[in-house]
């Protein structure tokens, strides 16, 4: 993995350098946690939510913030992504953002099959 410098006019303009977007339920103590670290590590300017969100709660103004000031958003596609509106907000943003500023996706698919996705299938 290539480092990124804060410096650089790769992040010009933008607060962090990647987003991550996740069902914490299925990876945040897993697979997420440990991608956060290593980016972390690596000098990678990462915004992670911290807090458990809440059924039945909005998503933050400060949330749709970090993904509209960051420059790359990976999207960890687990089994129950779809099933979370907080997730489902967070990817329609970060796909609203795509058209602008030149931002990158780059989907995970952890544990899941990507023709599910791709299909919509299964849970």
Same mark, same amino acid.
């Given at each position: 993995m290539a480092v990124l410098d804060s410096s650089s006019s790769f992040s010009y303009g933008f607060t962090y350098d990647v987003f991550l977007s996740f069902r914490g339920l299925d990876t945040r103590? !897993?697979?997420?946690?440990?991608?956060?670290?290593?980016?972390?590590?690596? !000098?990678?300017?990462?915004?992670? *939510? *911290?807090?458990?969100?809440? =059924?039945?709660?909005?998503?933050?103004? @400060?949330?749709?913030? &970090? #993904?509209?000031? @960051? =420059? #790359?958003?990976? /999207? /960890?596609?687990?089994?129950?992504? &779809?099933? @979370?509106?907080?997730?489902?907000?967070?990817?329609?943003? #970060?796909? *609203?953002? #795509?058209?602008?500023?030149g931002r990158l996706v780059c989907p995970i698919f952890y544990d899941v099959d990507p023709s599910d996705v791709r299909k919509q299938t299964g849970s």
């Open positions: 103590y !897993g697979f997420t946690g440990n991608l956060y670290k290593a980016l972390l590590n690596n !000098g990678i300017h990462t915004f992670i *939510d *911290d807090e458990e969100l809440q =059924r039945g709660h909005e998503i933050t103004p @400060s949330l749709l913030e &970090a #993904i509209e000031e @960051s =420059r #790359i958003a990976i /999207v /960890v596609l687990s089994k129950n992504y &779809a099933s @979370s509106s907080f997730c489902l907000q967070e990817l329609v943003k #970060i796909l *609203d953002c #795509i058209k602008g500023k």
